[in-house]
Nanobody, 122 residues
Framework: QVQLVESGGGSVQAGGSLRLSCVAS????????MGWFRQAPGKDREFVAS????????YYGDSVKGRFTISRDNAKNTVYLQMNSLKPEDTAVYYC???????????????WGQGTQVTVSS
């Protein structure tokens, strides 16, 4: 089992930036595929981005493509989500998760963090 702890959430005005971090423990990090998801009140959990453990291939949800960047630092067991040009519709709880396969589907991810709140005001 992998333990995941997110940080970096907060409140920001539209157009601003935030960087989320997720530290993993309990398993060799550089063999994990990592993903970020988000969930707004009353909505399903939505795929944001994922990064593979092999050559760090990245994938993005359509709503964040070009604004968000996922990256990882295997030496620090950490995955990041750099969020730029934030919009009010980006407001949600953001979760990181780990999986044995790279995927945009939440069902593929076994271990989840507790989430961090991101609020974007207009």
């Amino acid at each position: 089992q992998v333990q995941l702890v997110e940080s970096g959430g907060g409140s920001v005005q539209a157009g601003g930036s935030l960087r989320l971090s997720c530290v993993a423990s309990g398993r060799t990090f550089n063999s994990l595929n990592m993903g970020w998801f988000r969930q707004a009140p009353g909505k399903d959990r939505e795929f944001v981005a994922s990064i593979s453990w092999i050559v760090s291939m990245t994938y993005y949800g359509d709503s964040v493509k070009g604004r968000f960047t996922i990256s990882r630092d295997n030496a620090k067991n950490t995955v990041y989500l750099q969020m730029n040009s934030l919009k009010p519709e980006d407001t949600a709880v953001y979760y990181c998760a780990s999986a044995g396969v790279i995927s945009r589907y939440k069902e593929a991810y076994r271990d989840w963090g507790q989430g961090t709140q991101v609020t974007v005001s207009s």
